[in-house]
């Protein structure tokens, strides 16, 4: 498990990260999302000790970073890509950081051909493309199996193929009991991930808990068209709906589609058509992000 507790980091008078509390839960994936700048990177680097927290604490099973036995062997994480010297190979790359985790030399065979790279294990890293590159950082996350992962944008520079693998394979992480803890900008691609989400904002907390209950969080906006307009708007907002349109559809919040549909009926005003135009999660993201 993960977890911060009233997490702080300041840089002079300006808070990075402020006050930040979260779970990140065994056997979930969990999305971490905000703008850039939002304190997402800086957290991240809190819980993996790489910066000192002014004040709160970052867990990893209700222990420091600092104080873990085998770090690499609880943790697997990437941060940045291009940490491999470009005139090493991906193999030779694999083997150095597998003596560091403890891990075998059979376990690099492994893992180059789980992530993709049996063809490209002998290339120097500096030919590799982006999501080569990609791929071979998450194998090094993979090394020491770890039960936790921490990936800041894994899938920056992976095709639609693979990205539908990493996202087989973190599901199979966490269905085997392990934690992810993900970041990313790639909105749409997350919803189809995470089971948990996390938006911060201007280093604060805006929104933790189920994916679902975020969508539940968001009421749905009606679109309204019927043979009178004008009658349908005074109505809904007689009835304490907030009407906007573009002269041919009403947008309606504040109405379920029932109420909606009856004062339709009990006007006499035909429907042509009534649905719910639920806000995605990027849509959703972003009102909380800006907050």
């Keep these: 498990m993960i977890e911060t507790l009233e997490l702080t980091k300041a840089y002079g008078k300006t808070r990075a990260v402020d006050g930040l509390s979260f779970t990140a839960q065994t056997g979930r994936v969990t999305g971490f999302l905000g703008l850039n700048g939002s304190g997402k990177t ?9 910066t000192r927290p002014t004040s709160g604490v970052a867990l990893i099973d209700g222990k420091p970073y600092t104080e873990l036995k085998q770090p690499l062997r609880q943790i697997g994480a990437v941060l940045e890509q291009g940490i491999t010297h470009p005139g090493q190979s991906g193999r030779a790359h694999l083997l150095g950081q597998a003596m560091l985790a403890g891990a075998s030399r059979t376990r690099v065979g ?12 002998s290339l120097r890293t500096g030919d590799y493309s982006l999501g080569m590159r990609q791929r071979l950082a998450v194998a090094t996350a993979l090394l020491g199996e770890p039960p936790v ?26 269905a085997a009991g392990g934690t992810v803890l993900i970041s990313s900008h790639l909105l749409a691609e997350l919803a189809q991930l995470i089971d948990d989400v996390v938006i ?26 019927g043979a009178d307009p004008v009658r349908l708007w005074r109505a809904f907002e ?17 109405l379920s589609p029932e109420d909606a549909g009856e004062i339709a009926f009990a006007e006499g ?9 639920t806000p995605n999660l990027e849509q959703i993201f972003l009102t909380l992000a800006a907050t």
């Excluded at 005003?269 to 135009?277: A, G, I, M």
């Design 149 to 174: 992962l921490i990936l800041d944008e894994p899938a920056n520079g992976l095709d639609p193929e693979g990205i539908a693998w990493l996202r087989g394979l973190l599901r199979e992480h966490a």
């Design 238 to 254: 007689e009835a304490g709906a907030k009407v906007t349109t573009d002269e041919e559809i009403l947008e309606v919040d504040g």
């Design 269 to 277: 005003v035909p429907l042509y058509e009534l649905s719910t135009d």
């Design 110 to 121: 492994e893992l180059l051909d789980q992530v993709g790279l049996t063809d490209a294990g």
């Design 200 to 225: 911060i904002a201007g280093g604060k907390l805006r929104h933790a808990g189920p994916l679902q209950d975020l969508y539940g969080s968001a009421s749905g906006r009606l679109r309204v068209r």
């Design 42 to 50: 800086t957290t991240l680097r809190m819980l993996l000790g790489l």
